[in-house]
């Protein structure tokens, strides 16, 4: 066996993804592309070391140099989320999740949650984090046709159950959650209220979203890598300090040695990079990104497309969520692919498996990190209108795609606007 030639072969796969989505429209609501100097912070020696513990606690010599950046890090996501608490060690938002359950339930305790079928994480089901630490679940009920949490049958849950925790944050969050008074609800019954953001991270720290630490939360998880246009990982924020709170201790213990090790130190470098940029593009980035969807939702609406939540304003996140037919949301995703537009299928209220979902789901998130505004989301409207509307051939379609996209590779709202992230780390790799 030629192993080089195996080695080789991941390579090639590596370049043909950059090249994809470097012609392609990416619209998965979860991603999104780094900025230069975040992705120059991966190829670091950083990459290789190990730092468990805390600055200046370690269980490792060698960190003098990390403990500079974490420290950054923390100081920074603290101003960026005005928090007295952050976390940066969580290698995910599930890990995120994960730490503040062991932290602050016990297996058998109850936990009120939105179920995964009307938009909550996997991390808060059965199936994900929740049901690895045994709580019971105790579910929300949902507007439909407002898209959200159904605020008067969430408080006759919540005093009924009594949980533990009371858990809000979705995967298809189009609106912010009515938090203020679901959380004055659980606080009265003694539950801790814990906010996922990781969809909205970076909406809420550019202020266009909702403040969860304002308006209620105990603690805030997230994920750095969607509206936070940062490296994979997670973080959580809180709005008391270790001193005035033996529970934000225990999630210190809850992220380590509770789910991590070693945590993925040029992930932290990274983390620290985006926070920067955020604090100082994060405004007008966030702000564009909410026009950009709420137009091309109007957009597609116009053109015929069942678009959620239209009497609602479609939304006011990055995300668009539109029915194609029943159980189609999968054959959809795929001729959207075909054609060069990289989206996901998507449960729609009514839907019962995730895998036969009726739904498509977008982001336009990295769109907008390319420097696109409302005008590129009326072209991009009348792409989805070709494929799925008029069943143009899909081959016609993406070579449009593709030279529509030949205007729009450049990083914007970072430290290097302009700069092509693949180029950039090219060079620096040279």
Same mark, same amino acid.
């Given at each position: 066996?030629?192993?080089?030639?195996?080695?080789?072969?991941?390579?090639?796969?590596?370049?043909?993804?950059?090249?994809?989505?470097?012609?392609?429209?990416?619209?998965?609501?979860?991603?999104n592309?780094?900025?230069?100097?975040? #992705?120059?912070?991966?190829?670091?020696?950083?990459?290789?070391?190990?730092?468990?513990?805390?600055?200046?606690?370690?269980?490792?010599?060698?960190?003098?140099?990390?403990?500079?950046?974490?420290?950054?890090?923390?100081?920074?996501?603290?101003?960026?989320?005005?928090?007295?608490?952050a976390?940066?060690?969580?290698?995910?938002?599930?890990?995120?999740?994960?730490?503040?359950?062991?932290?602050?339930?016990?297996?058998?305790d109850?936990?009120?949650?939105?179920?995964?079928?009307?938009?909550?994480?996997?991390?808060?089901?059965?199936?994900?984090?929740?049901?690895?630490?045994?709580?019971?679940?105790?579910?929300?009920?949902?507007?439909?046709?407002?898209?959200?949490?159904?605020?008067?049958?969430?408080?006759?849950?919540?005093?009924?159950?009594?949980?533990?925790?009371?858990?809000?944050?979705?995967?298809?969050?189009?609106?912010?959650?009515?938090?203020?008074?679901?959380?004055?609800?659980a606080?009265?019954?003694?539950?801790?209220?814990?906010?996922?953001?990781?969809?909205?991270l970076g909406?809420?720290?550019?202020?266009?979203?909702?403040?969860?630490?304002?308006?209620?939360a105990?603690?805030?998880?997230?994920?750095?890598?969607?509206?936070?246009?940062?490296?994979?990982?997670?973080?959580?924020?809180?709005?008391?300090?270790?001193?005035?709170?033996?529970?934000?201790? #225990?999630?210190?213990?809850?992220?380590?040695?509770g789910?991590t090790?070693?945590?993925?130190?040029?992930?932290?470098?990274?983390?620290?990079?985006?926070?920067?940029?955020?604090?100082?593009?994060?405004?007008?980035?966030?702000?564009?990104?909410?026009?950009?969807?709420?137009?091309? @939702?109007?957009?597609?609406?116009?053109?015929?497309?069942?678009?959620?939540?239209?009497?609602?304003?479609?939304?006011?996140?990055?995300?668009?969520?539109?029915?194609?037919?029943?159980?189609?949301?999968?054959?959809?995703?795929?001729?959207?692919?075909?054609?060069?537009?990289?989206?996901?299928?998507?449960?729609?209220?009514?839907?019962?498996?995730?895998?036969?979902?009726?739904?498509?789901?977008?982001?336009?998130?990295?769109?907008?990190?390319?420097?696109?505004?409302?005008?590129?989301?009326?072209?991009?409207?009348?792409?989805f209108?070709?494929?799925?509307?008029?069943?143009?051939?899909?081959?016609?379609?993406?070579?449009?795609?593709?030279?529509?996209?030949?205007?729009?590779?450049?990083?914007?709202?970072?430290?290097?606007?302009?700069?092509? @992230?693949?180029e950039?780390?090219?060079?620096?790799?040279?």
């Amino acid at each position: 066996m030629d192993w080089l030639k195996e080695a080789m072969f991941v390579r090639e796969m590596a370049e043909k993804n950059n090249n994809m989505f470097g012609d392609y429209l990416p619209m998965i609501a979860s991603e999104n592309i780094l900025s230069p100097l975040c #992705k120059e912070m991966l190829i670091t020696d950083f990459h290789g070391r190990y730092a468990e513990g805390t600055p200046g606690k370690r269980y490792y010599q060698g960190c003098k140099y990390f403990d500079e950046v974490e420290k950054k890090a923390i100081e920074l996501a603290k101003k960026l989320f005005d928090a007295k608490y952050a976390d940066v060690r969580p290698t995910a938002g599930t890990v995120a999740n994960m730490a503040i359950l062991k932290a602050w339930a016990k297996p058998g305790d109850k936990v009120t949650v939105l179920d995964t079928a009307d938009g909550a994480h996997i991390s808060f089901g059965k199936w994900g984090a929740a049901g690895l630490r045994g709580v019971e679940l105790h579910h929300y009920p949902f507007d439909d046709e407002k898209m959200n949490i159904d605020v008067e049958g969430s408080i006759k849950v919540i005093r009924e159950v009594e949980p533990k925790l009371a858990l809000f944050g979705q995967s298809v969050f189009l609106f912010p959650t009515p938090l203020k008074e679901l959380a004055e609800v659980a606080h009265e019954v003694g539950a801790k209220v814990v906010y996922d953001a990781a969809h909205v991270l970076g909406l809420i720290a550019g202020g266009k979203f909702q403040q969860p630490l304002k308006e209620g939360a105990d603690v805030m998880s997230g994920s750095t890598h969607k509206t936070l246009p940062g490296p994979q990982g997670g973080v959580i924020l809180a709005n008391k300090t270790r001193e005035e709170s033996d529970d934000i201790k #225990k999630l210190d213990w809850g992220v380590f040695p509770g789910v991590t090790s070693s945590y993925h130190l040029h992930h932290v470098a990274a983390k620290a990079i985006a926070f920067a940029e955020h604090l100082a593009f994060g405004k007008e980035y966030a702000e564009q990104i909410v026009k950009n969807a709420k137009h091309l @939702a109007e957009t597609l609406y116009n053109m015929g497309f069942n678009v959620l939540a239209a009497d609602h304003g479609f939304t006011e996140s990055h995300q668009i969520l539109f029915k194609v037919g029943e159980k189609k949301g999968g054959e959809a995703a795929i001729k959207l692919e075909e054609a060069g537009i990289i989206a996901n299928m998507n449960m729609v209220p009514g839907d019962e498996h995730p895998m036969y979902p009726s739904g498509i789901r977008l982001g336009v998130q990295e769109l907008t990190r390319l420097g696109m505004k409302e005008q590129e989301m009326e072209e991009i409207a009348r792409f989805f209108k070709r494929v799925l509307i008029e069943n143009e051939e899909a081959e016609r379609v993406r070579k449009d795609v593709i030279n529509f996209k030949k205007n729009y590779r450049k990083i914007h709202y970072c430290f290097y606007e302009g700069e092509d @992230a693949y180029e950039y780390i090219k060079l620096v790799q040279e």
